[in-house]
């Protein structure tokens, strides 16, 4: 990438340039932290149940549910202040509360502090992956974008295929509360590495107010843009069918379906396919544009949605045709997730904070509460699961109708188009 000079923002931080390599590295890393507080425990959700007396199997899943619930509430406040006082300013302040909340996990005395201290972090962590998403629109536009989220994901995707792992064998060597000092220190690393080396990318010029008329007047123009709304709302039911099956996979695929001690690695594989999807979507995005890939994943996502709830429907299912089936529908979800953030986020430049958030918060919180009710609907079965995929599929591609006014594989944006308005300034 070539590097264009502008005026030095506010509390830049750092002066010297990022790599594409060293770029991507960080944002994927910034926004693992909030996927290492919710894959790495997946496996110690017995452990917790046993450890803390629960009586109810499913409490578990709140360990993960709580989480996600208020990383979804919390999307909604740090794109605005990064719009006022900067990316990096957050983006530090939020590692830090990442940290300090492990330590409160760590030593949490009753299943009601722990419940405290996840939902704390998880409104810590919605930074976590807010910030990645607006410093990338400080950055790129349009299907560039999509290509640079694409290895964002890629990378980012490495944290699904080794964190259940780690948490595995955290547990065959100590307790589930060393999980949360594995959490920590990996919090003080990202901490150190941006420290060091992000630059503010919050162009001066594109300073906002604290005002909360201003603030709501830009989520207002975010909620209302025709192009974009679809996008975002699509996201969130999407969203909502991974949530389901994330609270409820260990009891799924652990215990209904016997993989037992497997099921890290069965869950690392299926992410480990998925980064794969990521890798070819950054390939083929700028040939193919962001709308013609993520439609044509999305009416894929369908029809394996529905074939899949038909054998779940025989009783025939079992975990070999379960993981394969689930692992590519999930890679569909890898082609619509990048391709519909960087498309919602298009038409927003001087408001990409503020435009972050409210989409953020709207594809987490919505997808927290509504995969949290698909993970307690859990019968012993992947029907629920795979119901709700079906149904996210139906209503999504109602929705990216509505956007694209009833037409489908449009190409907006010809092959390399990059709208100049920002360059990718500090990046080389």
Same mark, same amino acid.
């Given at each position: 990438m070539s590097s264009s000079p502008q005026t030095e923002p506010e509390g830049a931080g750092p002066r010297f340039a990022l790599s594409e390599f060293e770029f991507v590295a960080m944002m994927a890393s910034i926004q693992a932290l909030q996927a290492v507080a919710i894959d790495i425990m997946l496996p110690a959700l017995g452990a917790i149940s046993k450890d803390l007396h629960l009586v109810d199997p499913n409490q578990r899943q709140l360990v993960v549910g709580v989480f996600l619930i208020c990383a979804g509430l919390g999307s909604l406040f740090p794109g605005s202040l990064s719009d006022r006082f900067g990316r990096r300013k957050v983006v530090l302040t939020s590692i830090c509360g990442y940290l300090l909340l492990s330590f409160l996990c760590a030593i949490a005395g009753s299943f009601t502090l722990l419940l405290v201290a996840r939902a704390v972090m998880g409104l810590c962590s919605a930074a976590l992956m807010v910030m990645p998403m607006t410093i990338l629109r400080d950055r790129f536009e349009g299907d560039r974008m999509a290509r640079t989220q694409s290895m964002i994901a890629m990378t980012f995707m490495v944290v699904p295929m080794i964190a259940p792992l780690l948490g595995q064998t955290v547990l065959l060597v100590a307790g589930w509360r060393w999980i949360f000092g594995i959490m920590g220190v990996a919090a003080v690393l990202v901490f150190g590495w941006a420290f060091l080396r992000l630059p503010e990318t919050l162009r001066p010029e594109y300073r906002q107010r604290i005002d909360p008329v201003a603030i709501v007047t830009n989520m207002g123009l975010a909620l209302r843009e025709r192009a974009a709304i679809g996008y975002f709302l699509g996201a969130a039911f999407i969203q909502a069918a991974i949530f389901g099956y994330l609270n409820s996979a260990q009891q799924l695929v652990g215990e209904h379906f016997a993989a037992g001690t497997m099921f890290p690695l069965v869950f690392g594989a299926m992410a480990l396919v998925m980064a794969g999807t990521n890798f070819i979507n950054s390939r083929i995005v700028v040939r193919f544009g962001a709308r013609r890939v993520s439609h044509a994943a999305l009416v894929c996502y369908l029809v394996l949605s529905v074939a899949h709830l038909a054998l779940a429907f025989s009783g025939k299912e079992t975990l070999a045709s379960f993981v394969p089936i689930m692992t590519l529908t999930m890679c569909m979800m890898s082609f619509i997730g990048a391709n519909f953030q960087a498309i919602s986020?298009?038409?927003?430049?001087? %408001?990409?904070?503020?435009? !972050?958030?409210?989409?953020?918060?709207?594809?987490?919180?919505?997808? =927290?509460?509504? #995969?949290? &009710?698909?993970?307690?609907?859990?019968?012993?079965?992947?029907?629920?699961? %795979?119901?709700?995929?079906? !149904?996210?599929?139906?209503?999504?591609?109602?929705?990216?109708?509505? =956007?694209?006014? #009833?037409? &489908?594989?449009?190409?907006?944006?010809?092959?390399?188009?990059y709208a100049g308005k920002i360059p990718p300034q500090g990046i080389e």
């Open positions: 986020l298009q038409p927003f430049a001087r %408001i990409a904070g503020a435009a !972050a958030s409210v989409m953020a918060f709207v594809r987490m919180s919505f997808g =927290s509460i509504i #995969g949290s &009710l698909i993970g307690q609907a859990y019968d012993g079965t992947p029907r629920p699961i %795979i119901g709700a995929m079906v !149904a996210a599929g139906v209503i999504t591609l109602s929705l990216v109708l509505y =956007s694209e006014r #009833g037409k &489908l594989f449009r190409r907006v944006n010809p092959p390399g188009y």
